[in-house]
C-alpha cells in the first residue's frame, strides 16, 4: 500500500476526482491548505491598492492505495491537476505498513476495498 500526497490548485479539484473515479478510486480526503512555493505568492488588487498573499491557497489530497494502482493513480492525478503554469503543486509517495478498518477490523489490502 502507498499513501499519495498531493498539493494541487483549487480550481482543479474537479477535475482531478473526475480523474480518480474513472479509475474507480473513491476514498480520498480533501484538507484546505495554505503554502508557499517558487509562485512567490499572489498579487490582488483592492480599491486601487495592490497587495501580495505570501502563502497561496492550495488543496491536499490523501489518499492510500494498492501498490499495483500507484502508477496510474499517480498519472491521472498529475494530467488532471496541470495547467503548465508555475504553482501547479507536487505529488509526494509514503509507503503504508498496515491500514485498518475500525468498523470491522479488517487489516491490509482487504480495509482499502
Given at each position: ?53 505570501a ?53 491490509g ?5
Amino acid at each position: 500500500m502507498v499513501k499519495i500526497e498531493a498539493i494541487i490548485r483549487t480550481q482543479r479539484l474537479e477535475d482531478v476526482q473526475d480523474a480518480l473515479d474513472a479509475l474507480d478510486i473513491s476514498g480520498m480526503t480533501v484538507i484546505e491548505v495554505r503554502g508557499k512555493g517558487r509562485s512567490k505568492g499572489i498579487t490582488h488588487t483592492y480599491r486601487g491598492s495592490q497587495y501580495t498573499l505570501a502563502l497561496t491557497p492550495r488543496l491536499k489530497l490523501e489518499l492510500v492505495v494498492h501498490d499495483h494502482e500507484v502508477e496510474e493513480v499517480v498519472a491521472a492525478i498529475q494530467k488532471a491537476a496541470q495547467t503548465g503554469e508555475v504553482g501547479d503543486g507536487k505529488i509526494f509517495l509514503f509507503p503504508v505498513g498496515d491500514s485498518i478498518r475500525i468498523r470491522t477490523g479488517e487489516r491490509g489490502d482487504a480495509a482499502l476495498s
